[in-house]
Nanobody, 113 residues
Framework: QVQLVESGGGLAQPGGSLRLSCAASGFTFSSNAMAWYRQAPGKQREFVAIIQTDELPKYAESVKGRFTISRDNTKSTVYLQMNNLKSDDTANYYC???????WGQGTQVIVSS
């Protein structure tokens, strides 16, 4: 069965960086687009970034220029490098197969001084 396991969340200061990872299994990773979403307390889950099989990325306007999505097909892993973090980036971050086909359990990111 499809499994997505996120890691790398934690506490960061404003302006800091974190790198999230999502290890995937149970499907042909290289044949699928992979995405990151996030859900802040009291808010709906929102799209963050997606990377296609040809590694073409797409970002939400709110993270463009600060976040970078990448993938390693040899490790079946998708990454989200988050730089210049802001308090508004505080959320649980989830990876998904494509636009929400399957979900991981999430990893929490807190941006606070």
């Amino acid at each position: 069965q499809v499994q997505l396991v996120e890691s790398g969340g934690g506490l960061a200061q404003p302006g800091g960086s974190l790198r999230l990872s999502c290890a995937a299994s149970g499907f042909t990773f290289s044949s699928n687009a992979m995405a990151w979403y996030r859900q802040a307390p009291g808010k709906q889950r929102e799209f963050v970034a997606i990377i296609q099989t040809d590694e073409l990325p797409k970002y939400a306007e709110s993270v463009k220029g600060r976040f970078t999505i990448s993938r390693d097909n040899t490790k079946s892993t998708v990454y989200l490098q988050m730089n210049n973090l802001k308090s508004d980036d505080t959320a649980n971050y989830y990876c998904s197969v494509g636009y929400g086909g399957y979900w991981g359990q999430g990893t929490q990111v807190i941006v606070s001084s």
